[in-house]
């Protein structure tokens, strides 16, 4: 019988992983190449086990869980510190990623046999998959320094440029000359062009133009603007500092953090992202002049405090999904409207 893995999520874990999981549980979100959630779902299904356990849903299992999980499970003191990764901070999700990339690069490759490479595609190293229905173009893969993980039906177009650790997620598009350095995700349905460094562009994200990206991370159903970069380093090469949502303290988050922003946010053309920029939900981000503010809450209308109405948010939530097909359940636009009453000043 397989083991039932139960994700305990705590109050304080998902207030403290803001703005990541105002509109999503913790164990959704993606680090690597797979969410939390489908990680342990993984560990469940190989584990062996007879009956149900409970872990923490930041708890980010390696490969080595995976199949050492009989004897992990039960005792989780017992794992080596090395051998897991517990996720407490918004700017940890950057930090992690390089790891993490490279243990579901393990996980989901164990015993199976890519599909062909394409001759007309570069390559060096030789940890590159490709899912089937994959579509490569004259691109070029370098797995010397980490692995190249290709999704079912993604698209790498021409000229592009991918240096492991890089995963790209099913029907996701790489656009042409893309940069995609070391560490980087590109979640499913995502648009990747531009440079990206040691980043997730979260499920169905866009930052399809030129403009930096790096020590981030992009929530789902945003959109970058052309032209949109996001500082990842202080002038002075000084500690990062990034607002807590919740207690509004400045926390330090080490020496290299670029933009964290939260689902369906979106930046116009040409925004300069300030170092450590943390962005809440919907906000609609354009600075009259120069960086934006390092803290950039939900609903935000520009970078001065005006505030959306919540009529326009809905309705750009409701647009932004439909141009890939999709369609805003009850449930999520019900829980927007619950935080817009509850943010509001």
Not at 226 to 249: I, L
Request: glycine residues 10%; charged residues 20%.
């Amino acid at each position: 019988m397989t083991a039932s893995i139960h994700l305990r999520e705590t109050e304080l874990v998902r207030r403290r992983l803001q703005p990541f999981t105002i509109l999503g549980a913790v164990a959704d979100l993606r680090i690597g190449i797979l969410t939390i959630r489908e990680k342990w779902a993984l560990v469940a299904e190989h584990a062996g086990l007879s009956s149900e356990f409970e872990v923490p849903a930041n708890l980010i299992p390696s490969a080595a869980w995976l199949y050492m999980a009989g004897s992990w499970i039960k005792d989780p003191s017992g794992a080596p510190a090395a051998e897991c990764r517990l996720l407490e901070r918004p700017w940890q999700m950057p930090q992690f990623n390089h790891w993490a990339l490279e243990q579901d690069f393990r996980i989901i490759t164990r015993g199976r046999r890519s599909e062909p490479i394409p001759p007309h595609v570069r390559t060096s190293g030789i940890d590159i998959f490709i899912e089937p229905g994959a579509i490569l173009e004259y691109a070029v893969l370098n797995a010397t320094e980490g692995p190249i993980y290709i999704g079912r039906d993604a698209r790498i177009m021409d000229g592009a440029l991918l240096r492991g650790p890089v995963s790209v997620g099913e029907y996701a598009t790489v656009k042409m000359g893309a940069q995609l350095y070391g560490g980087t995700t590109i979640g499913p349905f995502a648009v990747a062009g531009g440079e990206i460094k040691n980043s997730i562009l979260s499920d169905y994200a866009n930052k399809g133009h030129h403009g930096y990206l790096g020590d981030g991370v992009v929530g789902r159903w945003c959109n970058l603007g052309a032209g949109t970069s996001c500082s990842n380093v202080k002038n002075n090469a000084g500690r990062v500092q990034v607002m807590d949502m919740d207690t509004k303290e400045w926390l330090p988050a080490g020496p290299k953090c670029g933009l964290l922003m939260g689902d369906f946010s979106r930046s116009a053309i040409n925004t300069s992202f300030n170092t450590g920029t943390l962005t809440g939900i919907c906000a609609n981000i354009f600075a009259a002049d120069g960086l934006t503010p390092k803290f950039i809450p939900s609903f935000s209308r520009g970078c001065s405090g005006e505030r959306s109405e919540l009529a326009k948010e809905i309705q750009s939530v409701t647009s932004w999904m439909r141009m890939k097909g999709r369609e805003p359940g009850a449930e999520l636009l019900e829980r927007i409207e619950r935080i817009y009453s509850m943010t509001n000043s």
